[in-house]
C-alpha cells in the first residue's frame, strides 16, 4: 500500500500524467480476506468492498481524482478458497475510488491449474458475466482478463485450443461437475459459446491483463506474442495492456512492455511466426527505495480499436 501511494503522488506531480484512464497493478498484488467465487454475482462486489485492503486502496485513488477525475484501479487479487480442494482464487478487480465497478475472476486455467489435488474451478457463469467490462472515463469500454484469461480473446468455438481443454471442472452454482462426469462436456461447450457471444456482443476495444509475474525480463517473449499481441488482433487492432511482476529485475521503460496497438487481423493466423508488436510507453518513471527500484511505472497512449480488414491480393 505504501508503494501504491507512492505511485499516485509521483502521478499527481507531473502533467505528463494528468487525466489518466487507469492504472493497472500486476496479478495478486492485493490480497483478500475471503473467496468470492462461491457467490452469487450481487454478492461479489458486496464482499470485495468491505474488504479494508480494497477501502486501503481506494483511499489513495481519491487523492488522485483532481487531476485525473474518474481514473480507476484496476487490480489482481488472491484469496484463500473455502474450500481445500480449489487453488487460490485469482480475481482481476477494477475500483472507482467508491465502489466496485467491475471484476473478472479467472475462466481460463493453465493446464497445471487444473490437475492434480487441489484445481482452478471457473465459474459457468463468469464466461457471460458484464462484470468483466468496465467503462473508462474516456469513454472506452475494457475487457478485464485474470492473468491467462487475456489468451481466451482468441479462443474459438470452431477449434479450441489447450485452453479450452485445460478447463476440467466447472462449477454451477453449488454443484462442481468434472471431466468424465455426465454433461460436462456440453456444459463446457455452452461456456465457450457464452464466452464468444458475449465477447461479439460488448466488442470492448481495449483489454486489461492482471498478470502474475516473470522471472525476469526478456522471459516474457510468449505472453507478448500470443496473449497481448493475439488480444489487440482479436479486438480488430484494439488496445491491449498488462502488468506483472518481475521476481529478478526489472525492464528497461521500452523493455518488455506487455502492450500493443494496432495488431492486423493476420497475426492470429501466423503461428510461430508471430511477432511481438510492442507498443512503447509514451513517459515512465520509477520508484526506488535505498538505490533499490521497487517499480516501474509506464504510461500507454494508444487508438482504442482500428478497423483493419484483412488485404486481399488482386487476382
Aim: one cysteine or more.
Amino acid at each position: 500500500m505504501d508503494l501504491l501511494g507512492q505511485v499516485i503522488a509521483t502521478m499527481r506531480a507531473n502533467r505528463t500524467w494528468l487525466k489518466a484512464d487507469a492504472i493497472v497493478l500486476p496479478g495478486g498484488f492485493l490480497r483478500l480476506r475471503r473467496p468470492i467465487g462461491h457467490l452469487p454475482a450481487p454478492e461479489r462486489a458486496l464482499s470485495i468492498a468491505v474488504d479494508p485492503t480494497i477501502k486501503a486502496a481506494q483511499a489513495l485513488l481519491a487523492t488522485l481524482q483532481e487531476t485525473s477525475p474518474g481514473c480507476l484501479l484496476i487490480t489482481g487479487v488472491l484469496a484463500d478458497p473455502s474450500d481445500a480442494r480449489q487453488r487460490v482464487e485469482q480475481v482481476c478487480v477494477a475500483l472507482s475510488a467508491s465502489k466496485v465497478v467491475g471484476m473478472a475472476r479467472k475462466i481460463f486455467p493453465t493446464r497445471g491449474e487444473s490437475r492434480g489435488r487441489k484445481c482452478t474451478t471457473p465459474n459457468v457463469e463468469d464466461y457471460r458475466s458484464r462484470e468483466r467490462l468496465v467503462t473508462l472515463p474516456s469513454g472506452h469500454k475494457v475487457l478485464l482478463s485474470a492473468c491467462y484469461d487475456l489468451f481466451g480473446l482468441s479462443e474459438t468455438t470452431d477449434d479450441p485450443s489447450m485452453r479450452y481443454h485445460a478447463i476440467r471442472r466447472l462449477r454451477s452454482g453449488s454443484q462442481i461437475l468434472g471431466m468424465g462426469e455426465p454433461g460436462f462436456r456440453n456444459l463446457r461447450r455452452q461456456c465457450l459459446q457464452n464466452w464468444a457471444d458475449m465477447l461479439k456482443a460488448e466488442a470492448p476495444p481495449v483489454a486489461i491483463a492482471t498478470i502474475h509475474g516473470f522471472e525476469r525480463p526478456g522471459l516474457d517473449g510468449f505472453w507478448q506474442r500470443h496473449g497481448i499481441a493475439a488480444a489487440s488482433a482479436s479486438l480488430n487492432g484494439g488496445l491491449a495492456v498488462g502488468a506483472a511482476h518481475f521476481e529478478d529485475w526489472l525492464p528497461e521503460p521500452g523493455q518488455s512492455t506487455l502492450a500493443s496497438n494496432g495488431v492486423p487481423k493476420r497475426h492470429l493466423t501466423a503461428g510461430t511466426g508471430r511477432k511481438a508488436h510492442r507498443l512503447a510507453p509514451k513517459d515512465s518513471f520509477s520508484i526506488e527505495q535505498k538505490g533499490e527500484q521497487l517499480a516501474l511505472v509506464r504510461l500507454f497512449e494508444a487508438v482504442p480499436a482500428i478497423n483493419q480488414p484483412v488485404k486481399r491480393r488482386k487476382r
